[in-house]
């Protein structure tokens, strides 16, 4: 998606693309990170917060994915969990096909850093509160493992995720123009490789409203590391793939990473105990 900066219209682009689902039920729809607002600037994003499970905009997430009957991946909105907070908390929210949100995910790694592209200083952390929970979501397709763009550059947090059984890793994303051109394939094959996942990566596209500009490619990746889908135009669409999640299943019987991680721990650890 290209988001701007107006709520509405983007909820309007996302019923829009919900009707060019394919028919497949049970179906997993991601959404990019800030997906209801873009380009206004955080203090914008603090406006528009809402409490947990309470507000118009969640309403309306919940009502389309009970209207389609999918797992809504929302991620990510501005939520608050005290009307005196000064911060929000960026959550990406999993609604079940009945319309209940049935998970949140608070991101935890904020991007504090700088760039050199048009808007070079990026720091999150001014407007936004970090995460402290490793998420994961149950679905009769397989188990979810919830994170948010930045933290795809920390590969410690998906192997939580895989310990706490994930199949499919979900990622909304709003990667910058240049590190989504030197790292976005790199990282987000890297992590579905390392944890045998698949990767759903929505991402923000673009030029938007503050000149801030995005990369885009929003990619359905397998637990070998091949690209099912991608968007390979810098405009708003849908990419989809069907999965088996089964396939998972051959690849980490023949090349058994997670039983090879907890013997090379215990020899790490051992290690750790004589250098101190």
């Not at 929970?133 to 763009?149: H, K, N, R």
């Not at 499919?168 to 123009?177: C, D, G, R, Y």
């Not at 490619?217 to 999640?245: C, F, M, Y």
């Amino acid at each position: 998606m290209t988001s701007s900066a107006n709520p509405q219209d983007n909820l309007k682009t996302i019923e829009q693309l919900l009707t060019q689902l394919p028919p497949q039920r049970p179906q997993l729809v991601v959404l990019p990170e800030a997906c209801l607002c873009f380009g206004a600037g955080d203090k914008r994003q603090r406006e528009l917060a809402e409490p947990f499970k309470a507000g118009p905009l969640q309403q309306q997430l919940a009502a389309l994915a009970k209207h389609h009957g999918i797992w809504l991946v929302a991620g990510t909105m501005p939520i608050i969990d005290s009307p005196k907070a000064d911060k929000f908390t960026a959550a990406s929210l999993v609604f079940n096909p009945q319309g209940d949100c049935v998970a949140r995910y608070n991101k935890i790694h904020l991007f504090d850093v700088d760039v050199a592209d048009n808007t070079r200083s990026y720091r999150e952390s001014h407007w936004t509160s970090p995460g402290t929970e490793v998420v994961t979501v149950d679905t009769e397709f397989g188990t979810l493992g919830l994170a948010v763009c930045y933290d795809v550059r920390f590969p410690e947090l998906f192997r939580a995720l895989r310990t706490k059984g994930a199949d499919i890793l979900v990622l909304p994303s709003a990667f910058t123009q240049v590190t989504g051109q030197a790292h976005w394939h790199v990282l987000t094959r890297a992590r579905a490789i390392e944890q045998q996942c698949f990767m759903v990566a929505a991402a923000q596209v673009g030029v938007h409203a503050n000149g801030r500009e995005t990369y885009g490619h929003a990619l359905v990746i397998d637990g070998w590391g091949r690209i099912l889908a991608e968007a390979t135009e810098p405009k708003t669409q849908l990419v989809s793939d069907v999965a088996n999640i089964h396939q998972l299943d051959k690849i980490r019987r023949d090349i058994p990473v997670a039983q090879h991680i907890q013997s090379s721990q215990k020899v790490l650890h051992a290690s750790t105990k004589r250098t101190r």
